[in-house]
């Protein structure tokens, strides 16, 4: 039975509710037990393992990956998880609601519940997001016009302040007023924030939203993919690199605005694809701007439909992936085809990750090592970087 906020090894008192059960009561509570840092904890849906000491919780979480790898009867060094810092998250998504003196509620949905939980501070946000709950309320009240709209703000750390994008606001009945749009844009203005974008169409800009990635600085498109913490971005991209190093030809699929591709780009030269046309844009734009790089070719491709062919890396020595969710099917496929000899799988879902390797192993690779990443601090989610050789 799957019983929510306790730990292995307690005794609890529970309400059943079929193959879960909610918590009444702890009779015998574990000694990983911590008190949760949040005041939030507990009715915000946003964590649900603030209870749990860290060397535990860490433990649990590169487990995770041991069993998902063993399912593809998989066997690797698993190294130990790296841990991302409270207060890090550069992007949330803040759902806003009717209320408050603000005219606006920002918060989380609440466990297991559509009701809003509103926010005064968030413990794995950057302290600059919790700073600007204010003045994001302020900006949410104009988008709350129409009864039906339920907006989400995506609210993004940027290096030349906060990026909005928008989404959930009523559109049949005609979209945003004139006046609601004026009061968006005072109201943005008043919070300094960069830029503001609906469904990433512009409704206020002051600067470029522009981040930095690896030597390149990056003006990103309204809505980019952009990883959450800027530590563990970091730390993978080192162990990507390392896994390349030698490397002259190199491609980075699923590249997105260029979080591998310009730090690749110090080893050798690139081949860059990805689904987006704004984010291939954004990296061609920034690309001619950073020092010291050799050459990257950026495509536009739908890697799930049009994956680069075996014949197409005939001249690539090493290829980094970084797929959604659903992982890199296809692509793996064309990989295990080619002569490439070095592989780095970047994942956000050990299951697609493994379904993957699986492919990448039947080919003739060897996995060689694994490191868990805890992006998601507090989470059930666990994100991961694997390297393979012939």
């Given at each position: 039975?799957?019983?929510?906020?306790?730990?292995?090894g307690?005794?609890?008192?529970?309400?059943?509710?079929?193959?879960?059960?909610?918590?009444?009561?702890?009779?015998?509570?574990?000694?990983?037990?911590?008190?949760?840092p949040c005041?939030?904890?507990?009715e915000c849906?946003?964590?649900?393992?603030?209870?749990?000491?860290?060397?535990?919780y860490?433990?649990?979480?590169?487990?995770?990956?041991?069993?998902?790898?063993?399912?593809?009867?998989?066997?690797?060094?698993v190294?130990?998880?790296?841990?991302?810092?409270p207060?890090?998250?550069?992007?949330?998504?803040?759902?806003a609601r009717?209320?408050g003196?603000?005219?606006?509620?920002?918060?989380?949905?609440?466990?297991?519940?559509?009701?809003?939980?509103?926010?005064?501070?968030?413990?794995?946000?950057?302290?600059?997001?919790v700073?600007?709950?204010?003045?994001l309320?302020l900006?949410?009240?104009?988008?709350?016009?129409?009864?039906?709209?339920?907006?989400?703000?995506?609210?993004?750390?940027?290096r030349?302040?906060?990026?909005?994008?928008?989404?959930?606001?009523?559109?049949?009945?005609?979209?945003?007023?004139?006046d609601?749009r004026?009061?968006?844009?005072?109201?943005?203005?008043?919070?300094?924030?960069a830029?503001?974008?609906?469904?990433?169409?512009?409704?206020?800009?002051?600067?470029?939203?522009?981040?930095?990635?690896?030597?390149?600085?990056v003006?990103l498109?309204?809505?980019?993919?952009?990883?959450?913490?800027?530590q563990?971005?970091?730390?993978?991209a080192?162990?990507?690199i390392e896994?390349?190093?030698?490397?002259?030809?190199?491609?980075?699929?699923?590249?997105?605005?260029?979080?591998?591709?310009?730090?690749?780009?110090?080893?050798?030269?690139?081949?860059?694809?990805?689904?987006s046309?704004?984010?291939i844009a954004?990296?061609?734009?920034?690309?001619?701007?950073a020092?010291?790089?050799?050459?990257i070719?950026?495509?536009?491709?739908?890697?799930?439909?049009?994956?680069?062919?075996?014949?197409?890396?005939?001249?690539?020595?090493?290829?980094?992936?970084?797929?959604?969710?659903a992982?890199?099917?296809?692509?793996?496929?064309?990989?295990?085809?080619?002569?490439?000899?070095?592989?780095?799988?970047?994942?956000?879902?050990?299951?697609t990750?493994?379904?993957?390797?699986?492919?990448?192993?039947?080919?003739?690779?060897?996995?060689?090592?694994?490191?868990p990443?805890?992006?998601?601090?507090?989470s059930?989610?666990?994100?991961?970087?694997?390297?393979?050789?012939?």
């Amino acid at each position: 039975m799957f019983v929510p906020l306790t730990l292995p090894g307690e005794q609890v008192r529970v309400f059943p509710e079929g193959s879960r059960a909610e918590l009444d009561s702890i009779l015998s509570p574990s000694p990983d037990r911590i008190a949760p840092p949040c005041p939030h904890f507990g009715e915000c849906g946003g964590c649900s393992l603030q209870h749990w000491s860290a060397l535990p919780y860490l433990a649990w979480k590169r487990d995770r990956v041991i069993e998902a790898l063993s399912r593809e009867s998989l066997e690797t060094e698993v190294l130990e998880t790296f841990a991302s810092p409270p207060g890090s998250r550069r992007r949330l998504a803040l759902h806003a609601r009717p209320g408050g003196k603000a005219g606006a509620l920002l918060g989380f949905k609440g466990r297991r519940s559509w009701k809003l939980t509103p926010l005064d501070i968030c413990t794995i946000a950057d302290p600059r997001l919790v700073a600007a709950f204010p003045a994001l309320r302020l900006l949410a009240r104009p988008f709350l016009e129409h009864p039906k709209s339920a907006p989400t703000l995506h609210v993004t750390v940027t290096r030349t302040g906060l990026d909005v994008d928008i989404t959930g606001v009523e559109r049949r009945s005609g979209g945003l007023s004139a006046d609601a749009r004026v009061r968006a844009a005072q109201a943005a203005e008043a919070g300094n924030f960069a830029r503001v974008t609906l469904a990433g169409e512009a409704v206020y800009g002051a600067r470029q939203a522009v981040v930095t990635l690896g030597p390149a600085s990056v003006a990103l498109p309204p809505g980019a993919f952009l990883q959450a913490v800027p530590q563990a971005e970091v730390a993978m991209a080192q162990f990507a690199i390392e896994a390349v190093s030698g490397a002259a030809r190199i491609a980075d699929l699923y590249c997105g605005v260029g979080t591998f591709t310009f730090r690749l780009a110090q080893v050798g030269t690139v081949l860059a694809a990805d689904s987006s046309a704004p984010a291939i844009a954004a990296l061609k734009a920034a690309g001619g701007s950073a020092p010291g790089l050799k050459s990257i070719t950026a495509e536009a491709r739908d890697l799930a439909r049009r994956p680069v062919l075996a014949r197409e890396l005939a001249k690539i020595d090493a290829v980094v992936f970084d797929p959604p969710r659903a992982g890199a099917m296809e692509q793996a496929r064309e990989i295990g085809l080619s002569k490439v000899a070095r592989v780095v799988g970047v994942s956000c879902d050990p299951a697609t990750f493994a379904r993957d390797a699986r492919i990448l192993v039947n080919a003739g690779f060897t996995l060689e090592r694994v490191l868990p990443v805890d992006q998601f601090l507090w989470s059930p989610h666990v994100e991961l970087v694997g390297v393979f050789s012939r």
